[in-house]
Protein backbone atom coordinates (compact mmCIF):
# COMPACT_ATOMS: atom_id res chain seq x y z
CA UNK A 1 0.00 0.00 0.00
CA UNK A 2 3.14 2.43 0.66
CA UNK A 3 3.71 1.92 -3.04
CA UNK A 4 0.38 3.04 -4.42
CA UNK A 5 0.76 6.12 -2.47
CA UNK A 6 4.25 6.72 -3.42
CA UNK A 7 3.35 6.51 -6.82
CA UNK A 8 0.96 8.85 -6.16
CA UNK A 9 2.92 11.58 -4.07
CA UNK A 10 5.40 11.33 -6.79
CA UNK A 11 3.37 11.82 -9.66
CA UNK A 12 1.73 14.59 -7.31
CA UNK A 13 4.75 16.19 -7.23
CA UNK A 14 5.44 16.19 -11.08
CA UNK A 15 2.42 17.50 -11.66
CA UNK A 16 2.39 20.65 -8.88
CA UNK A 17 3.30 22.93 -11.28
CA UNK A 18 -0.05 22.19 -13.16
CA UNK A 19 -3.60 23.21 -12.05
CA UNK A 20 -3.90 19.97 -9.30
CA UNK A 21 -7.37 20.12 -8.06
CA UNK A 22 -8.07 18.16 -5.46
CA UNK A 23 -11.48 17.24 -5.56
CA UNK A 24 -11.83 15.59 -8.75
CA UNK A 25 -8.74 12.96 -7.63
CA UNK A 26 -11.09 12.68 -4.21
CA UNK A 27 -13.75 11.40 -6.27
CA UNK A 28 -12.00 9.02 -8.15
CA UNK A 29 -10.52 7.57 -5.31
CA UNK A 30 -13.86 7.53 -4.36
CA UNK A 31 -15.48 5.64 -6.90
CA UNK A 32 -12.70 2.86 -6.94
CA UNK A 33 -13.46 1.92 -3.37
CA UNK A 34 -17.04 1.59 -4.18
CA UNK A 35 -16.17 -0.77 -7.12
CA UNK A 36 -13.29 -2.32 -5.06
CA UNK A 37 -16.02 -2.98 -2.54
CA UNK A 38 -19.01 -4.19 -4.72
CA UNK A 39 -16.73 -6.32 -6.76
CA UNK A 40 -15.79 -8.38 -3.13
CA UNK A 41 -19.33 -8.12 -2.16
CA UNK A 42 -20.27 -10.10 -5.35
CA UNK A 43 -17.23 -12.48 -5.26
CA UNK A 44 -18.04 -13.37 -1.40
CA UNK A 45 -21.32 -13.91 -2.42
CA UNK A 46 -20.50 -15.95 -5.20
CA UNK A 47 -18.36 -18.18 -2.75
CA UNK A 48 -14.88 -17.20 -4.72
CA UNK A 49 -13.57 -16.21 -1.43
CA UNK A 50 -14.86 -16.14 2.39
CA UNK A 51 -14.63 -13.53 4.55
CA UNK A 52 -14.96 -14.19 8.39
CA UNK A 53 -18.45 -12.21 9.60
CA UNK A 54 -17.64 -8.88 10.45
CA UNK A 55 -14.18 -9.05 9.48
CA UNK A 56 -14.26 -7.35 5.76
CA UNK A 57 -10.44 -6.24 4.68
CA UNK A 58 -10.77 -2.62 5.47
CA UNK A 59 -6.92 -2.27 4.77
CA UNK A 60 -8.09 -3.41 1.06
CA UNK A 61 -10.57 -0.14 1.02
CA UNK A 62 -7.63 2.57 1.50
CA UNK A 63 -5.08 0.61 -1.17
CA UNK A 64 -8.15 0.94 -2.77
CA UNK A 65 -8.40 5.02 -2.36
CA UNK A 66 -5.09 4.86 -3.03
CA UNK A 67 -4.98 3.18 -6.82
CA UNK A 68 -7.92 6.09 -7.56
CA UNK A 69 -5.40 8.73 -6.87
CA UNK A 70 -2.40 7.69 -8.52
CA UNK A 71 -4.20 6.32 -11.00
CA UNK A 72 -5.81 9.94 -11.46
CA UNK A 73 -2.49 11.47 -11.44
CA UNK A 74 -1.03 9.07 -13.61
CA UNK A 75 -3.72 9.44 -16.39
CA UNK A 76 -3.40 13.12 -15.84
CA UNK A 77 0.30 13.24 -16.66
CA UNK A 78 -0.33 10.84 -19.89
CA UNK A 79 -2.70 13.44 -21.09
CA UNK A 80 0.01 16.08 -20.88
Request: aromatic content about 18%; overall charge positive.
Amino acid sequence: MGVVYGIYLGTYLLRKKKTNRVWPQIKLGIITVIVGFLIEYVAVFLGLWNYVPGNWPVVLWIGYFGVGLAGYQISKKLEE
